[in-house]
């Protein structure tokens, strides 16, 4: 019984653990574009570590992640990573400020920049790190429009955990004690 009872209260503990991760289309419907606006699609938004920024683009964009300084002039040397396959996805795994351009200057001169302003708090275990430049994970947008129909919505992923994970340990626990109640009469 003290095995069981154990058991139980250990799922109670591994399934109540609940992992909340945001995935965001960078600019929402008009994806990564000249024609977005990047600075008030931030602002409205709290990103955590572990959520995900889904960069949607043309092939006359690409995403570059930089440096503060690179960010406030343009700059597309020194870069830390970059990509250019039509559909970036990148994990924001570290807290503090992370900051992309476009690759074209002028269009980061015309706003097409984000600055993300990352929040310690842990929303997801062992996400996935973005890929490099070249690996296409999801089909590229429309050429004919810089505002694809195949957008993935915003939307937010978690793992199947707290109360129903609760609610099923309690049912496990109450199953148990009452199969030990009749065991014993």
Known sequence: MTKLILLCFLSIFCFALTSHAATYVVGDTSGWDISSDIDSWASSKTFNVGDVLLFQYSSSHSVNEVRKENFETCSTTNILRKFSNGNTT??????????????NKLHCLGGMKLKVDVDEKSTSVGAPQ???????????PSPESNNPSTVIPTSTG????????????????????????????
Do not use: D, H, K
């Open 90 to 103: 990148v994990i924001l795994s570290n807290s503090g400020i992370t900051y992309f351009v476009c690759g």
């Open 130 to 140: 973005a890929e490099p430049e070249g690996a296409a994970t999801l089909p590229w």
């Open 158 to 185: 978690y793992i199947n955990g707290g109360f129903q994970s609760q609610l099923i340990a309690f049912i496990c626990l109450t199953a148990a004690m009452l199969r030990e109640i009749n065991v014993s009469i």
